[in-house]
């Protein structure tokens, strides 16, 4: 059974351009959230989508947003991006009802 | 604000030792998890704890909660070296809307277990 598939694992891109990552969940699971990790800030919450819908959001500014599609495959992107927005970037499925979040490799965001 | 504080959040420790690495939470809980997270990884799921009292054991891995304490605990029982690795607790509440919040982690616990 595949797990959590990311795309890309790791990219590097220069102040002010914008980027896109891609999160393929476990077969079968519908809900989809997105994590930031920098050593400074820990792993901090960016939103959760379920059923193409955004459930939740974390406390993060408009230039981070998302998308889920009707196959559960989310996508978030990143616009005008600042050197602190370096950091790995983390998908986690879950089926519904479950307890369990299962975590992709993550995409590691280089900002020059 | 659900806040989450682990401790220690370093920790350097012999193989075949004892030790415990604690979690605390500031407000009510369904939910409480424990990853690890190896230099580069992504996370791997350790242990979800439901319900007060609840006791879970892999291998030398021991996880407890007591919801009324806000506080989980992960026993680390005559540690070996494979072991050596950042652990997270990690807490979720579930929203008026009856969906679960995004988790709120702890900074992590780096182990480091000297042979």
């Known amino acids: 059974k595949a797990g959590v598939t990311q795309t890309p694992r790791y990219l590097i891109k220069t102040r002010g351009q914008q980027v896109t990552l891609s999160c393929s969940p476990i077969s079968g699971h519908r809900s989809v959230s997105w994590y930031q990790q920098t050593p400074g800030q820990g792993l901090q919450f960016l939103f959760e989508?379920?059923?193409?819908?955004?459930?939740n959001k974390g406390n993060f500014p408009g230039r981070f947003s998302g998308r889920q599609f009707s196959n559960s495959r989310s996508e978030m992107n990143v616009s005008t991006l600042e050197l602190g927005d370096s950091a790995l970037y983390l998908c986690?499925?879950?089926?519904?009802?479950?307890?369990?979040?299962?975590f992709g490799a993550g995409s590691r965001l280089t900002v020059l | 604000e659900l806040k989450v504080e682990q401790n220690p959040l370093f920790l350097s420790m012999q193989e075949g030792k004892n030790y415990t690495i604690y979690c605390n939470y500031s407000?009510?809980?369904?939910?409480l998890y424990w990853y690890r997270q190896d230099p580069g990884k992504s996370l791997e799921s350790l242990f979800v704890l439901l319900s007060n009292g609840a006791v879970k054991q892999e291998g030398r891995l021991m996880a407890s909660l007591d919801t009324k304490a806000r506080l989980s605990t992960l026993h680390i029982t005559a540690a070996v070296h494979d072991l050596s690795a950042t652990y997270f607790c990690a807490v979720a509440t579930l929203n008026s809307g009856g969906g679960a919040d995004g988790l709120t982690f702890g900074k992590g616990t780096h182990l480091i277990i000297q042979p």
């Open positions: 986690a499925s879950s089926h519904p009802g479950a307890n369990v979040l299962t």
């Open positions: 989508y379920f059923s193409e819908t955004q459930r």
């Open positions: 407000t009510t809980s369904d939910r």
